[in-house]
């Protein structure tokens, strides 16, 4: 498997840096450890790796193995116990501008009462943006997400897949420099949610936005991505940063259909069974012999 790592001499396994001049995000060493009452919960350990601007990365892991919790402490709503985030040179202490985050329950997320331009709007009318421009921001994200025709439904009149673009059309009004998406078709069909990663990567393209999105769906994160994150069991470490090596264009069934998407969709589910198993790379690394 193809790796762009920089060589790496230390215990812990890490994902890849970049140089600052092509790095949009950067997470070093982050650890998050919740205090609860019945004691201390190391979910993530040490995680570093950097995102590059323009890239698509998907993060996968078992169940509970924290990537949730690394996409708080990305988006500034979770303070890490140790470690750091760096957006575009400045550390993250709190939600920043830059970013957009669309959850999987976009039920919950948007406003049933505020019709479908309204809900897209109100991001930018909270952060103040004059009403003309306003406007047209929401005229441009409703027709990068196809939904150009529905501004006055309200959102429990729409499917779906339909109320997820509206959420994605949110996201992207103020045209974000980095969208994180925490499993945001895990409630869709299928049909409709191949539609939306068709969606997620033609946006991608249009707005020259960087993408983190976690997914269970390992054919979905290979399809999708640049590049993507494996995830150990928690305590979690980065147990590998695989490049996805297939062609820039994509398409549903030709794509899919390639040797080389199955050897990928191979490699990415025996990386995950391993980690189900509690293999854990920095383990690994302290056991191997020194040479
Ligand atoms: N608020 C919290 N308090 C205590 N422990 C928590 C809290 N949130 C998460 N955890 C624990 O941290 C670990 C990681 O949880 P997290 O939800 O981040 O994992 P995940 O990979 O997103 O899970 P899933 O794939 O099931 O959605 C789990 O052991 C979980 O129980």
């Not at 936005?209 to 999708?224: A, Q």
């Not at 990928?264 to 040479?291: C, M, N, S, T």
């Amino acid at each position: 498997m193809q790796h762009e790592s920089t060589p790496d001499t230390s215990p812990i396994p890490r994902g890849r840096s970049l140089p600052p001049e092509q790095t949009l995000l950067s997470v070093r060493g982050l650890q998050k450890i919740y205090r609860t009452d019945a004691g201390d919960i190391e979910a993530v350990r040490n995680l570093t790796f950097d995102l590059g601007k323009n890239e698509l990365t998907c993060l996968v892991g078992p169940s509970g193995s924290g990537k949730t919790t690394l996409l708080k402490c990305i988006a500034g709503l979770l303070e890490p116990t140790s470690g750091t985030v760096m957006l575009d040179g400045k550390a993250v202490t709190g939600p920043p501008k830059k970013m957009a985050v669309v959850f999987q329950e976009y039920g919950r997320s948007l406003y049933p009462w505020l019709r479908v331009d309204a809900n897209v709007e109100l991001p930018l009318r909270n952060a103040g943006v004059p009403k003309a421009e306003r406007r047209q921001l929401v005229a441009e994200a409703l027709e990068s997400v196809g939904l150009s025709h529905v501004p006055k439904s309200y959102p429990w009149q729409l499917s779906g897949g339909m109320q997820q673009r509206v959420a994605i059309a949110r996201a992207i009004a103020y045209k974000p420099e980095i969208l994180l998406m925490d499993e945001p078709f895990a409630a869709v069909d299928a049909q409709t949610r191949a539609d939306l990663e068709d969606l997620v990567r033609s946006i991608r393209k249009q707005l020259g936005v960087t993408v983190l999105f976690v997914t269970h769906d390992i054919d979905e994160s290979v399809y999708l991505a640049e590049r993507v994150i494996i995830l150990s069991s928690s305590p979690t470490v980065v147990q590998e940063d695989l490049v996805i090596d297939l062609p820039e264009q994509r398409d549903q069934l030709e794509t899919r259909a390639l040797p080389r998407f199955t050897e990928l969709r191979h490699h990415v589910y025996e990386q995950i069974q391993l980690a189900k198993k509690g293999f854990r790379p920095d383990a690994a690394q302290a056991q191997a012999p020194v040479r």
